[in-house]
Every structure is written in structure tokens, then in C-alpha cells.
């Protein structure tokens, strides 16, 4: 059973920089898409930035230059590198995997536990 493990994140000021990591642990042979999503309260959630094994990228137009999604395929590890941090990144950031080849098949719909990042202005 494949598990996602986020960590990184915490307070910051307005302008400053994070980086979100998730780890996916498990008997894993490959992810085939890596993602980010953000949620507060009373919105829905939504998609910050995903990856492909590929290497494409996708960004939300909040987040376009100013984050970066990246992955490591031999720790299974994906980045979710924030910048020029402005208030309204202020959220609950999940990570989700999909298309996760494991041992006898495949998983979907992974997701991390969620770590909070708070935007200070």
C-alpha cells in the first residue's frame, strides 16, 4: 500500500519562499502523474501544479512564476517549490499521486495528509 508523506510547511512572510515535499513510500515502480492542490475554508480544492513522468508541467495562473513543481523518480519524492509568497497562497496544501504502479497493479487518487502554509502580510 502506497502511502504520500508531506512535509515543509509553516509560517512565512509576504515575499519569502517554501518548499513542500512529498514523499510516496511503498513497493513503487513508477508514479505517472505527481500533483499539488491547495484548499481554505469553505472553497473548494483546487490544483496548484502537477507533474508527469514525463517532466510536463502544469500551473495554475495564481502560480505561474512564481512556483515550481519538480520530482525525483528514484526516491519517488515530489517538490513543490513556492516564491514571492503573497497572502492569498494561504492554505492547506495536499499532494496526490496518480497512476501509481505497484506490485500487482495500480493505485489512484493518492493523497498526502496535508500541511498548513500561512502567508503573513
Known amino acids: 500500500q502506497v502511502q504520500l508523506v508531506e512535509s515543509g510547511g509553516g509560517l512565512v512572510q509576504a515575499g519569502g519562499s517554501l518548499r513542500l515535499s512529498c514523499r510516496a513510500a511503498g513497493s513503487i515502480f513508477s508514479i505517472g502523474l505527481q500533483g499539488w492542490y491547495r484548499q481554505v475554508p469553505g472553497k473548494q480544492r483546487e490544483l496548484v501544479a502537477s507533474i508527469t513522468n514525463g517532466g510536463i508541467t502544469t500551473y495554475a495562473d495564481s502560480v505561474k512564476g512564481r512556483f515550481t513543481i519538480s520530482r525525483d523518480g528514484v526516491t519517488n519524492t515530489f517538490y513543490l517549490h513556492m516564491s514571492s509568497l503573497e497572502s492569498e497562497d494561504t492554505a492547506v496544501y495536499y499532494c496526490?499521486?496518480?497512476?501509481?504502479?505497484?506490485?500487482?497493479?495500480?493505485?489512484?487518487?493518492?493523497w498526502g495528509q496535508g500541511t498548513q502554509v500561512t502567508v503573513s502580510s
Open positions: 496526490k499521486a496518480d497512476r501509481v504502479r505497484v506490485r500487482g497493479g495500480w493505485e489512484d487518487d493518492l
